[in-house]
């Protein structure tokens, strides 16, 4: 129980951490895409408002791909992909027009930025998980901790319910805890989308 209390610990403040990553990254990825928001207005009034209809349908997008469910995952990694090509192939454009322009310098730089997020996001809340074999070491430690707390229990005089129901209750919470931590769709801790819907919304407003 003590070699499951350390793991159970040790896993916990791994999923703690990665979680709040995710929302760091929601906050990150807000930047990046307001940042070539402003920046696209340097562009003549066709290309910026070409680049940003691409955007706002980018942050339509990412917000749907995280609130619509787990089937709405693939869709939403496949219309992303999608819009990078097409809002690299304007800022190319643009940089064709003006070889050597400094505005269209630091609009490469924000969508480059862009693309890097997406990367680091996608990574960090779907690929980086706790792994299979920690979940089967976790399980099998409770179980063989369970059973042996429950023979030691059977063969002791006396009971004590309460500290039994505690012990049992507490293992299970932080169980919970972690599994919920580490599914950042789905559960009771979820990963805020506040700075991507307010983004939206000034976005909507222009």
Do not use: C
């Not at 089937?71 to 003006?98: D, F, I, N």
């Amino acid at each position: 129980m003590g070699l499951l209390s350390f793991l159970l610990a040790f896993t916990f403040n791994g999923a703690a951490t990665r979680h709040e990553s995710r929302k760091a990254m929601v906050v990150k990825e807000a930047n990046a895409v307001e940042q070539a928001w402003l920046r696209a207005g340097f562009l003549d009034e066709r290309q910026a408002g070409d680049l940003r209809s691409l955007l706002r349908l980018y942050v339509d997008v990412r917000l749907n791909g995280v609130t619509g469910g787990p089937a709405a995952l693939a869709p939403a990694l496949r219309q992303s992909l999608e819009l990078h090509a097409k809002m690299w192939a304007l800022v190319e454009e643009a940089g064709r027009r003006a070889p050597g322009s400094i505005v269209v310098g630091l609009l490469v730089q924000s969508i480059n930025e862009v693309i890097d997020v997406h990367v680091e996001r996608f990574t960090l809340a779907v690929r980086n998980r706790v792994l299979p074999t920690i979940w089967l070491t976790l399980y099998l430690l409770l179980v063989a901790g369970m059973l042996a707390t429950g023979v030691q229990i059977g063969q002791s005089t006396t009971r004590q319910f309460s500290l039994e129901l505690a012990l049992a209750l507490t293992f299970s919470t932080v169980m919970f805890l972690i599994v919920d931590l580490d599914r950042p769709r789905e559960g009771l801790l979820t990963v805020s989308q506040e700075a991507m819907v307010d983004l939206q919304t000034r976005m909507r407003a222009h």
